[in-house]
């Protein structure tokens, strides 16, 4: 799993450049055709690993869940995101994955409740796959953002 932790790190990197590198005005404009923005996409990226890893082994989730609420699968943009909220979500990008990483090395993730992921209807079966399907979600989200930073 060490090859999934890293290139999971990898594109938590490359999120926290995007947080760095644009303006409060550009992670915030949803770019036409889109339903949602790059702050978004990222949030939604964070967010979906708790869901996938700790919701589905029945273990408490390493957030607020009021970002899980906010950026779960069916949600949008709702409001302007600050620089606070941006410093927030590059705090969360590393501190959720370092537990994350921790608690797998530790063994926490002793359950898991079968889910068939509706992206591309795999069934994921333990926290292996939920690991491996991440990076996959994760990545794919940031081919949107990439889309949407063209579209700015």
């Given at each position: 799993m060490e090859f999934t932790f890293k290139n999971t790190e990898n594109n938590r990197i490359i999120f926290i450049k995007f947080?760095?590198?644009?303006?409060?005005?550009?992670?915030?404009t949803i770019p036409s055709g889109y339903?949602?923005?790059?702050?978004?996409?990222?949030?939604h990226a964070m967010v979906t690993s708790q869901l996938l890893c700790y919701k589905l082994s029945g273990l408490p989730f390493t957030i607020d869940a009021a970002w899980v609420e906010a950026y779960k699968k069916g949600t949008k943009p709702e409001k302007e995101v600050t620089k606070e909220d941006v410093d927030t979500l590059k705090e969360l990008l590393t501190s959720t994955l370092k537990q994350l990483k921790a608690d797998y090395d530790a063994g926490k993730f002793n359950g898991f409740q079968t889910y068939t992921v509706s992206t591309n209807n795999s069934t994921l079966n333990s926290v292996e796959d939920a690991l491996e399907f991440n990076e996959y979600h994760e990545g794919m989200h940031l081919g949107y953002i990439l889309a949407q930073r063209k579209a700015l």
């Open positions: 947080l760095e590198e644009l303006s409060l005005k550009e992670l915030n339903n949602n923005n790059v702050f978004w996409n990222i949030a």
